[in-house]
C-alpha cells in the first residue's frame, strides 16, 4: 500500500491501556529491527509513567520510549516521513473528535465501536467532526 500513495502510508495502533501500549510499542520495535527494517519507526502516546507487573521495579514513560521526544512534538514528529506508526493507550474515552469523515466520522463506525464496547461492558463513545464541538451550545449535556 505504502507505495501507492507515495510513501506516506501511517498507522495508528489504539490499545485499551498505557501498559499494553509499552508493550506493543517494545513488540513492534523489537519485529522491525529483526527484520532488518530501515523505513518503518514507531512511536508511542501514553501519560505518567508505566509500571508492569512482569517487570517488579522496571517503568517507563512516553519521553523516554520515544527517545527524548516531548508530547508536544509528537503531532508534528508523526506527521513526517520519519515515523509510520503510532500506538495510543485509550481508556475510558468517551468522546472522539476527528476530521476524518469517510473512516471514522460516520454513524456505522460509531456503532462498530460501541458493539465493540457492549460486548466487554465498556461505556459508549461518541464520534463527532470539531465542528460539532466548537458551535455546541455551553448548557448542552455532554
Do not use: C
Amino acid at each position: 500500500v505504502k507505495h501507492k500513495i507515495g510513501g506516506r502510508a501511517k498507522a495508528m495502533v489504539v490499545t485499551d491501556s498505557r501498559l499494553h501500549a509499552v508493550r506493543y510499542k517494545q513488540a513492534f520495535d523489537t519485529y522491525i529491527t529483526e527484520r532488518g527494517y530501515t523505513d518503518v519507526r514507531t512511536l508511542v502516546a501514553f501519560s505518567g509513567i508505566v509500571e508492569d507487573p512482569d517487570a517488579p521495579g522496571k517503568n517507563w514513560t512516553e519521553v523516554a520510549m520515544n527517545g527524548g521526544i516531548k508530547e508536544s512534538e509528537l503531532p508534528e514528529k508523526f506527521d513526517s516521513h520519519e515515523y509510520q506508526v503510532l500506538l495510543v493507550a485509550v481508556h475510558g474515552v468517551r468522546l472522539i473528535v476527528s476530521w476524518n469523515f469517510k473512516h471514522l466520522v460516520n454513524v456505522r463506525r460509531e456503532d462498530g465501536f460501541n458493539a465493540v464496547n457492549l460486548l466487554h461492558g465498556w461505556p459508549s463513545v461518541r464520534i463527532v467532526s470539531p465542528k460539532e464541538i466548537i458551535y455546541a451550545e455551553p448548557d448542552q449535556p455532554d
